[in-house]
């Protein structure tokens, strides 16, 4: 009985080999099914999250806002070949016309900002050693949820 797994290490460089040259040949047809495959996903992840804006309703210039930035594990930009890692990142987010999204994370940081300057100087200096990613992270270090 044919053992592929068995065959596939055996020929490991030929294949290596194969695929680079086959690559190579095809360099621009893959790369439009690759720009084409995350055109694709880029649309079904907009229309799994409501497909507007969250804040206006807008449906122009729409971007992926972490709802809890400390979750971030990746830009959803560099998952789009794989639908289903992209829709992981994506079920954390929320959508934001690109207007909405700057002023929420202007906000964000307004508000860390200011959280910064009232608290006193030996909680600020742990923080900065600990360095939260998210509010709720913040939150908690300072014991205010």
Excluded at 5 to 25: C, G, L, P
Excluded at 128 to 139: A, C, D, G, H
């Amino acid at each position: 009985m044919f053992d592929k797994k068995r065959w596939n290490e055996e020929n490991k460089e030929n294949i290596k080999e194969y695929k680079a040259e086959y690559y190579k040949q095809n360099k621009e047809i893959i790369r439009q099914q690759q720009t084409e495959l995350k055109r694709k996903n880029r649309l079904l992840l907009i229309e799994m999250l409501g497909g507007k804006c969250v804040d206006c309703g807008t449906t122009e210039r729409l971007e992926f806002d972490h709802i809890n930035p400390g979750d971030k594990t990746s830009n959803i930009g560099h998952k789009l070949s794989s639908i289903n890692k992209a829709k992981d990142e994506a079920s954390k987010c929320e959508l934001r016309c690109h207007c909405c999204h700057k002023e929420r994370t202007r906000q964000q940081k307004e508000l860390a900002w200011h959280l910064l300057t009232i608290i006193p100087e030996h909680q600020r200096r742990m923080l900065y050693s600990q360095r939260p990613q998210s509010l709720e992270q913040l939150f908690h270090l300072l014991k205010l949820s």
